[in-house]
Structures are given as C-alpha cells and as structure tokens.
C-alpha cells in the first residue's frame, strides 16, 4: 500500500519561511508526478503546486508563485515545498499527493491524484 506521510507545517510569522516534506513509501516508483495541495478552513482543496518526475517542469499556484518552491529527491521518492515570505493567507491544511500520470505532465486537478498524504497544519500570524 502506498503512503505519505508530510512533515514540516507549524505556526509562523508572517514574512517567515516553512520548508514541507512529504516521503512516499510503499509499491510506487520515483517517476510519477508529485504535487502540493492546500485546503484553508471553509475552503475546497486548491492546487498549490506541481513537479514531474524529473524536476524537468514544475507549475504554481499564482499564489504561490515567486514565494514557494516545490523539489524532489527521486532517490527518497520524497517532494519538498520551500514557503517563503509567508502570509496570513497562506494558513492551510498541506497536503501531498502523487499522480498515476508520468513523463512531462504536470495535472493540477484534484482528479489526477491516486494517493494522498494525511496533511500538515501551516498556521501563519499577522
């Protein structure tokens, strides 16, 4: 059975910096596209960013973008999200996930992820 398991979330300042990690375990190969997700409270679970498996292309969030930086380490089928200049905004469940999809496809819907990770509680203060 596949699993995630992220790491990282915690409470911060606003204009601070949190690094996330999510390491895969289980029968699932290193060349399937991994991504971050965010679901705030009230909210749907929105898109947040994408990596295929080569780190060849990424996509962002236009939130994201410019502030967070999403790696991976195929060695350790792990995907990482560097979240930079954080904002109140930015408070969030985090979650992981890993596509069926390989290659140069990078999916940002919901629908295109097979295995999710349980989530990471992001809190940024004003």
């Known amino acids: 059975q596949v699993q995630l398991v992220e790491s990282g979330g915690g409470l911060v300042q606003a204009g601070g910096s949190l690094r996330l990690s999510c390491a895969a375990s289980?029968?699932?190969?290193?060349?399937?596209?991994m991504g971050w997700f965010r679901q705030a409270p009230g909210k749907e679970r929105e898109f947040v960013a994408v990596i295929n498996w080569n780190g060849g292309r990424t996509l962002y969030a236009d939130s994201a973008k410019g502030r967070f930086t999403i790696s991976r380490d195929n060695a350790k089928i792990t995907v990482y999200l560097q979240m930079n200049s954080l904002k109140p905004e930015d408070t969030a469940v985090y979650y992981c996930?890993?596509?069926?999809?390989?290659?140069?496809?990078?999916?940002?819907?919901?629908?295109?992820?097979?295995?999710w990770g349980q989530g990471t509680q992001v809190t940024v203060s004003s």
């Open positions: 289980g029968p699932i190969g290193s060349t399937h596209t």
């Open positions: 996930a890993i596509s069926r999809l390989r290659g140069v496809t990078v999916p940002t819907t919901l629908s295109a992820y097979d295995y």
